[in-house]
């Protein structure tokens, strides 16, 4: 049992564990390792958040944020604080499997906090697209800086938002009428900026507003491309 970074994706799906059998040779001879085949990777999930448990899947960078989290009625509550020093705000995450994906998440509520999806590397490096208040925002967090990239004033009611990472990361929001309108950051977003050297930019929801405000959520989508 070892580690390696993947040819194609390196730090895009980061260090991931590998299987390989030892073999021992002729007398004299070095010992080689054979590569094991593990299942065939996931195309993706969809949460529709049955039931009162939170699905395994999930995880959170618990050195930087305590998040508060439930899961009722086909909807997702997160809220929770963060460390000081911390302005990406709490995220609700997944490990790649795969470098190229996009997700969907439908926000339904509406308060001042920014709710939404998120690509994230660590506290101080971070990139989403949220809805606060009657705006939608494509946001980044670079070293530790927090910057609005692109705001646009929606309808009142539940918002549809999707992130595209492939070899960029694009931004989109959908109203109850209309279609995909995208939120161009005027820039480049450099993905590999997000990736810690140690492990991947994990990819998921996200909170960041006051401790008594929470995001609802329903109907969260991976498809891996």
Known sequence: LYHAYNKSSMVRTGRQGMLAQLNWGGKNQWPAFKELSGK???KGLEDNFKGNTLAQHWQWDFRNAVPRIKQQNGRLYLSGTVEQGNPSGVALTLRPAHPHYEMEVTVENENEAVKGLTVYGDAKMSVGVGVAAN????????????????????????????????????????????????????????????APWDRSARMGLHFLGDKNEQA???????TYK
């Open 135 to 194: 705006k939608a925002q494509l946001w980044s967090v670079k070293d530790g800086k927090r910057t609005v990239l692109a705001p646009s004033v929606i309808q009142k009611g539940a918002v549809q938002l999707k992130m595209v990472v492939d070899n960029g990361l694009k931004a989109y929001y959908r109203e109850k009428t209309g279609g995909w309108k995208a939120l161009e950051a005027g820039e480049d977003i450099s993905f590999e900026a997000l």
């Open 216 to 222: 609802v959520f329903s109907g969260f989508k991976l």
């Open 40 to 42: 065939e990777d996931s």
